[in-house]
């Protein structure tokens, strides 16, 4: 799978069980929610990285959807950029066709946003990404994963695990995500955005 009409889908968090379920790592969630959908394992990488090949969601017609890598970069969240510069060198993906699933604080809880570019906003996962890349034209898919509460530190915040009572929007909202890609990529962007942005 090395030609330029293959997508890539990176979900983004910090290694190691301890933060598997932080809400800093919303994003590797729904990538793990896209490849039970699709059948598949996750396997190690040599770009630090885990990730498996698929076919994503379902084309207007019937067909099988597009081909897609599903990829969880193994190292630090503020690291992100290398493992996804490899992938997307290793799969020849250009910058539009790389869509990066994350946490974000700037839209409301349990909510989805799909958008093609911008800036960071304080996102160090992101940051990294975009430096790494040459530059910010690349899909995000941004998960509202709620504010921190009073004076509290948002880097300390989204380190937290989601409470028992967000857990059951949480499970909506990896679904929300796991949908919003399959439309990008079997309907294009604007497509996503028209019905996921509304929301």
Known sequence: MTTSDTWLVVGLGNPGSAYAQNRHNVGAMAVDVLAARAGASLRRHKARASAAEVRVGVLP???PGPRA???VPSSWMNE???PVKALTSFYKVPPRQLV???DEL???????RVKLGGGEGGHNGLRSISKSLGTRDYV???LGVGRPPGRQDPAD??????????RADVDVLLEDAADIVEDLITRGLTYAQDRWNVR
């Not at 700037?106 to 989805?112: E, L, M």
């Not at 915040?157 to 967000?166: C, H, I, M, Q, T």
Request: charged residues 20%; without cysteine; aromatic residues 10%.
């Open 61 to 63: 017609g019937g067909a």
């Open 69 to 71: 890598v599903l990829a």
């Open 80 to 82: 992100s950029g290398g």
């Open 100 to 102: 990066v699933i994350h």
């Open 106 to 112: 700037d839209i409301p809880f349990a909510t989805s």
């Open 140 to 142: 995000r898919v941004r």
């Open 157 to 166: 915040f989204v380190l937290k695990d989601f409470s028992g009572g967000e």
